[in-house]
């Protein structure tokens, strides 16, 4: 792999990390997106972040939630409310992408989730995340999952 698909990967990666804090930092306080977002950059070295992901995924998660927590809802095991913040903000993190980001192999788009999980959430709730996306990704992307079957 190139160096520079490395430094993109690796942006997209960052965008993913601030985008699921953002998400995390609007469901506990509500503030307004723009000064979660505008707070972001001036507190954060954001030079190697793709910034236009990271405002898209900011802005679009929150602003399609309920969209997206329909999706989420029959493929999960217990009620959105039961769910820690952290996970419920990758989760929907992780359907956006699933649904609005055909471009990104559904295997990415877990790899990913699995990581964020790993590195904000609960010690094994990143396992809770691959099974859930697992799960809409059978919906949302199921010619491309059974291609890699």
């Known amino acids: 792999m190139s160096q520079t698909l490395q430094a993109v990967y690796a942006a997209k990666r960052k965008a993913r990390r601030f985008a699921v804090q953002g998400i995390y930092e609007w469901q506990m306080s509500h503030n307004p997106v723009h000064e979660i977002e505008a707070r972001t950059r001036a507190e954060n070295a954001m030079h190697k972040v793709d910034l236009n992901y990271y405002h898209e995924l900011l802005t679009q998660v929150i602003a399609l939630r309920d969209d997206l927590d329909a999706l ?4 999960l095991d217990r009620e959105l409310n039961a769910l820690d913040g952290v996970e419920l903000a990758t989760l929907r993190l ?5 649904r609005d980001h055909l471009e990104v192999p559904y295997r990415v788009v877990l790899d990913e989730a699995i990581e964020l999980a790993k590195h904000f959430g609960g010690a094994d709730s990143h396992k809770y995340i691959n099974g859930v996306l697992d799960r809409l990704s059978s919906t949302l992307r199921s ?4 291609q890699a079957n």
């Open 72 to 75: 989420l809802i029959p493929v």
């Open 143 to 146: 010619a491309e999952k059974q």
């Open 94 to 98: 992780g359907a956006y992408e699933l």
